[in-house]
């Protein structure tokens, strides 16, 4: 779908009474939400809740149960049906299943993982053609809007976890997509490559690119993000302004044991004492 047909107005993302079997078993169990463009949101849930499910269920590798009403269990920026191609250059999509895949192409450069992302193809569709001149301009651009541009030669698989992450969000950049989903982000940084990563991100969502972050990390939650999904085996605890959603009652539901967010700049959370070891 060409960008102008999509309706300013069209939510992000729509769950519908949207079930996913996973083994048959449910891994998303009738989750309803409603993400508007323009609101930056966090998926938080303990391991095991449907984070991942979620992601992938916008990245159509898996699909939801059809409802017997034809009605759309889930619909991405108005739409039902997509052609993953179109989805992927509407979504820039960071995870670390994408990192794997990426990593499993020898030889692969980063300049080849930023062009890729306009095929929707891990690396450029054919080596005998090369890409047009816009295509490298805005590959380099993309890099240097996060911190990247000097990693342009370098192989992939030689990539530091930090290096090789934001060269992901390079790629999540390139082509201006309406949203960023991305799947901790920050998680196994080191502590400047953490704090690089979140700037970036901070900045992005400053820059209008709407963030949907999928997440079990508090640090993650960037003042940015005003709006936070709780869920817990599959289901939505909660859903609903971060200030609303982030108490102790509700994160003791979603996460099953005592737990504080010490929000602000550098949020954190607190496990009562009576559940640690300590
Ligand atoms: N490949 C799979 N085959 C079968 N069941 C799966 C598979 N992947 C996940 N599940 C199950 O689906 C449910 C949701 O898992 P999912 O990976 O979406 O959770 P998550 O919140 O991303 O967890 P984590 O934080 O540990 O990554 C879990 O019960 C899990 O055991």
């Not at 309406?178 to 901070?202: I, N, S, T, W, Y």
């Not at 508090?218 to 869920?231: M, T």
Request: charged share 25%; hydrophobic share 45%; with cysteine.
């Amino acid at each position: 779908m060409p960008a102008d047909a999509i309706p300013p107005d069209a939510p992000l993302i729509e769950f519908d009474d949207a079930r996913v079997l996973r083994d048959g078993r449910a891994a998303l169990d009738g989750v309803s939400l409603r993400l508007p463009q323009g609101r930056h949101t966090a998926i938080l849930g303990p391991n095991g809740c449907g984070k991942s499910t979620f992601i992938q269920v916008m990245t159509r590798q898996l699909y939801p149960l059809a409802h017997g009403d034809g009605r759309a269990p889930v619909r991405i920026l108005g739409e039902a049906r997509w052609d993953v191609r179109a989805l992927r250059s509407r979504l820039g999509i960071v995870t670390g299943a994408l990192h794997e895949d990426l990593l499993s192409v020898p030889e692969l450069g980063v300049r080849d993982v930023v062009l890729g992302a306009f095929d929707a193809r891990l690396a450029p569709q054919d080596d005998a053609v090369p890409a047009a001149p816009d295509r490298h301009h805005r590959a380099a651009a993309a890099l240097d809007r996060v911190e990247a541009g000097h990693l342009a030669g370098r192989p992939y698989a030689a990539l530091s976890t930090g290096e090789a992450r934001r060269v992901l969000l390079a790629r999540a950049l390139v082509h201006a997509p309406q949203a960023l989903l991305l799947d901790e982000p920050a998680a196994g940084l080191d502590v400047v490559a953490h704090a690089r990563m979140l700037r970036a991100l901070r900045r992005l969502a400053r820059e209008g690119v709407t963030l949907v972050l999928v997440t079990h990390h508090a640090e993650e939650l960037i003042p940015e993000i005003g709006h936070v999904v709780l869920l817990r085996g599959g289901r939505v605890v909660a859903d609903g302004s971060r200030g609303a959603v982030l108490t102790p009652p509700l994160l003791a539901r979603a996460f099953g044991g005592p737990l504080r967010l010490h929000d602000g700049p550098r949020p954190r959370f607190e496990l009562e004492e009576a559940d640690t070891d300590a």
